[in-house]
């Protein structure tokens, strides 16, 4: 009996896999409609991602078995669901992020920031964290995070001194975090003691910063973080008649400024928890401050002039991402006729072409373009031979570096949107959640951001926006209110996971280097998830009411017309919040 449970315990996923079925059976067996039928998928798949019993893309598959098994979608339309046009956008985003990656062009960026600001305490954390948040914008948050924290604790190691200064009892002058007690007789084992303390905290804070803002900079861009591609997809899905209302520009206009805020915040934030509040100590105010920098600049200057010039493949890339940025902000911005909206417009001036169209054709210049000019070289495996340079972008880097799961993730989350559509599952839940419409908007959205923030502490971001996107769509639809009104915040919300190790990839990463512990990082980011969902609370109710006409009910999401026309003062946002 002593070994049961830990058999047990050791083939639990398995025991998750083989009995929710089961344990599920009785909702379809008992209520046997399309929407139980789809109810029991959801709420299969719902429980085998929070469980991760299996790995989150192949429970994304699950539709193209159920969904036909039981009646609710033909195979042929359940697999079109997996490749639509943001799924074409994401791996063309990809393909550019890691050609941006492979050929170094984030970490010169990176360094060449840190070395403007400077290394003064409270600018440093700025400095981190304005370069990780810029770089998580266009490149997995992942690859920032595990690129940018080596580089942090090596400039920490140099602010902390040599071992031989430590031993030798000498202070180290690059870096001071409180004011200098005055000299007092005491043993030297107190200031060294102490001087451990403050180097110890401010480490924390730097690996917070680095962890935080990678996850604050992913929500500023549609390419950004996967959940924005989520949103876009679900709201194409369950809308097509909505007229790309999201896209990147009207993303970024909507994004970015709320990202700004709540990175200044969180700087502020851990700037008093780990540095204290002597803000003029913090930012490096006082004599001998030129001897302080030079050590941790030595730093970033010695990694600065390894990278060497820049390469023709550098320049070439940097040229290749500024006009991708480029083509997607001008092809239908909104505000004025874009190239989208004019030269590639359809019969009804509707773009035919797509962000996805713009990224695919970058990264397809990229796998066209060579590395060097000139190119020839000797081939090492047969001397004497000419070949050609590899290009810009290989399939062999690509296929290395691209996440393939997240795809078909992507794809599942489509999938279970469109079989909620197709089923009636989705009309049936606005019904029941009509009641609603007696709470104003904006306390609905700020209790749906904070259910989402928590939701999202120990579940996948992706899982979690795949989920209760169509569910919050079809309130929205339910109570007459304009569905990106909720939809929009919640998926910022989906991006809040401060609190725990494992509620992202860059809080891991930062965690595995040491130093922190689950109580800093809980005590760190429970503030830090109230301040970011009252940073998206003021961005939904004021700049992305204008970009959005967040202020209407749309024509698009008219499911329940005639209880919009019954109720008018349920069809806008009472006072434009």
Known sequence: MATCWPALWAYRFYLIVLCLPIFLLPLPLIVQTKEAYCAYSIILMALLW???????AVTALFPIVLFPLMGIMDASEVCIEYFKDTNILFVGGLMVAIAVEHWNLHKRIALQVLLIIGVRPALLLLGFMLVTAFLSMWISNTATTAMMVPIGHAVLEQLQGSKKDVEGGNNNPTFELQEECPQKEVTKLEPRTQKTQEHHRFSQGLSLCICYSASIGGIATLTGTTPNLVLQGQVNSLFPQNGNVVNFASWFGFAFPTMIILLLLAWLWLQVLFLGVNFRKNFGFGEGEEERKQAAFQVIKTQYRLLGPMSFAEKTV??????????WFTREPGFFPGWGDTVFANEKGQSMASDGTV??????????????????MQDPKKPGKLKAPPAILTWKTVNDKMPWNIVILLGGGFALAKGSEQSGLSEWLGDKLTPLQHIPPSATAVILCLLIAIFTECTSNVATTTLFLPILASMAQAICLHPLYVMLPCTLAASLAFMLPVATPPNAIVFSFGGLKVSDMARAGFLLNIIGVLAITLSINSWSIPIFKLDTFPSWAHSNTSQCLLNPSNSTVPGGL
Not at 50 to 56: D, R, V
Not at 318 to 327: C, I
Not at 359 to 374: D, E, G, N, R, T
């Open 50 to 56: 929070c469980t991760e019993a299996l790995p989150l």
């Open 359 to 376: 990224a695919i054709f970058i990264s397809l210049v990229m796998f066209i373009i060579p590395s060097k000019i000139p190119g020839l």
């Open 318 to 327: 940097t040229v290749l991402f500024v006009l991708l940025v480029v083509l």
